[in-house]
């Protein structure tokens, strides 16, 4: 498992050096306004829509998954590379939908790869890690660049850093960052181990269409439609929260990396502790946490901006992230057969990919004609999850059954 851990924290050290600062990148480098930002959301939520599927039905059609990996990834190092050389608005978008078209399916690959993993482990009657003491090496991997950025963003003047220290960079860098651990993770996946395809029985049918029925469950489809409406929430905050803490905040943008991975920090808690939480408040109430913790945490941002409630709000981060992330990729698992366990994965992120298209579009709409209501509305979508998990969700018996896996 030491190669897979790795590879979580390769993977997510991408989005890290990416995705908290693009906003600000975007809006002060690249000139674009607000309802461009939300349109480049938009495209990252486009190839959540296509990308996953696609990439994770080959994989159950036996193409090596790290394979697909490693030249995904090459292919994502390469647009970020592009991107950065890009001078017009249009330029810049279509390096960032190729580099999104790329990087998209990987989460689901890799997801995907660490359950067949355990299965294949079980079988052996070997002991396997929970998906969370794995999946908490992604979220370590998404921290190391924000602290690597605070230097390298820092003013030349700064004299708070010896000079013998690199730094007085332009924003550009977190491209060049992301690029070179986009070319790491390729590499790495050379050596990743694998796992004999013959041992998977062969099965009839595409695999994606079953993992489409089965999400399709009377239960299961309550979840979706709830985390249908959080993901409507999470691309506005995501999108807009940087250009907040700039323009509310006031901060520079190497704190304002810092201040975001606070709460991602916070995260490793959450998810180290999940199985001890989930078990003491179950499943539902697990899920109602997180989703109720989202919608009164964008509230409070819009209500009172500011740095202090910016730092203050990002204690709970991390429970969004487990209900939103990590829970549902450990039900997915439990629902899917061998022969469609990586497409279950990759049909989930195509379902919720229209969500994050609509509430990028849509956020970036808001933002233009006033920031705060980003996250009055992002609160509001918050809320709408929480009452649909709460009038319908969390009757079926898998859920119990799983988390006795996991512990």
Not at 28 to 46: D, H, M, N, P
Not at 129 to 136: G, I, N, S, W
Not at 146 to 174: C, E, K, M, N, Q
Not at 184 to 205: D, F, N
């Amino acid at each position: 498992m030491r190669g897979i851990r790795l590879q979580f924290f390769l993977v997510y050290a991408v989005l890290g050096s990416v995705s908290p600062l693009m906003p600000v990148l975007l809006v002060e480098s690249k000139g674009f306004r607000e309802a461009q930002v939300g349109l480049a959301w938009s495209f990252w939520s486009v190839a959540m829509l296509v990308a996953p599927v696609v990439f994770t039905l080959l994989a159950d059609l036996r193409v090596d998954s790290r394979r697909i990996m490693g030249v995904a990834l090459a292919v994502a190092a390469g647009a970020l590379a592009g991107m950065e050389r890009a001078e017009s608005v249009p330029a810049t978008l279509i390096w960032w939908l190729l580099f999104s078209l790329a990087h998209a399916p990987i989460l689901s690959l890799l997801d995907g790869l660490y359950f067949a993993w355990r299965r294949h482990e079980e079988e052996g009657s070997r002991s396997v890690p929970a998906y969370q003491r794995v999946r908490v090496f992604g979220t370590a991997g998404f921290v190391v660049p924000s602290l690597l950025l605070y230097l390298l963003l820092s003013p030349r003047t700064s004299s708070a850093l010896p000079a013998w220290l690199p730094h007085g960079f332009s924003l550009d860098i977190i491209l060049w960052l992301g690029s070179g651990c986009c070319l790491g993770a390729a590499l790495h996946t050379l050596v990743l181990p694998g796992l004999a395809q013959t041992r998977l029985p062969v099965r009839r049918g595409i695999p994606s269409l079953d993992a489409a029925r089965r999400l399709m469950q009377p239960d299961t489809r309550w979840l979706c439609a709830a985390l249908i409406f959080a993901f409507f929430a999470f691309v506005a905050y995501s999108a807009f929260f940087p250009v907040y803490l700039r323009q509310y905040a006031g901060v520079s943008a190497g704190v304002t990396g810092l201040i975001i991975n606070l709460g991602v920090v916070l995260e490793v808690l959450y998810i180290l502790g999940m199985a001890r939480i989930r078990n003491r408040l179950g499943i539902r109430r697990f899920l109602l946490c997180g989703l109720g913790a989202m919608a009164i945490r964008y509230f409070l941002l819009a209500t009172f901006p500011g740095a202090g409630m910016a730092l203050a709000v990002q204690v709970v981060h991390g429970l969004e992230i487990t209900a939103l992330y990590v829970l549902p990729v450990l039900y997915l698992n439990e629902l899917a057969g061998d022969h469609f366990r990586n497409s279950i994965q990759g049909v989930f992120a195509m379902l919720l990919g229209a969500s994050r298209i609509t509430g990028s579009l849509l956020a970036g709409w808001i933002a233009e004609h006033h920031l705060l209501w980003v996250f009055y509305h992002a609160s509001a979508m918050g809320a709408i999850g929480w009452l649909i998990v709460y009038l319908g969700f969390g009757r079926k018996p898998g859920w119990r059954r799983e988390a006795r896996q996991v512990a």
